[in-house]
């Protein structure tokens, strides 16, 4: 399912007609930090370690969050789709590392598809799926919020998404997540109830 979503997101990618800029003041304030670039990276192995890490602890909860990240993505295409967006990049100079990993995002990844930001998406669906797991180690529950919140940021420091781009994908994440995780179980248990109060 991943590389269909995936495929779908190259092709929106590929060019735009007229893409808006949703630069705000804050976004011209924002530096661009190349040291950033890692935890942007991170976000790959970031999402997919820990959608396994789900499947094996409790496959209901894997289940849902991949739910969330797979409507929520579909979501974004249909914005995309229609409301193309772009963010215009630093021009970059020199030759450190740094600057190589982000030349290489740069080339691979167009400046569209911007809002929402899938990377903001995923990474808070997998901070909201954690959340629901029964047993929780201390290093994983340190681990996953910075991690999440380092990659959510990095998309501003390496000038991929403006801060509209965040605050949308946080909405639509936090929205599927509701109707996913919460409305559900309370749907499951008002069954049981209605169950139980039959039987009595």
Known sequence: MLPLLGSIYNSLNSHSTNPIILLTKFDSKVPFLPIFILPYLFWYGFVLGYLIYFCFKDTKVFVKTLTVMVVGEVVCFVIYFFFQTTVPRPKLEGNSFLIELVQLIYSRDLPYNCFPSIHVLTSLAIMLGYLHLKIKH????IFIYITGTMIIISTLFVKQHV????????MLT???YGIVFELFHFSKLSKKEHTVYLKD
């Open 138 to 141: 201390i290093l994983h529950s």
């Open 163 to 170: 801060i509209l781009d965040i605050f949308g994908a946080l």
């Open 174 to 176: 936090l929205l599927t």
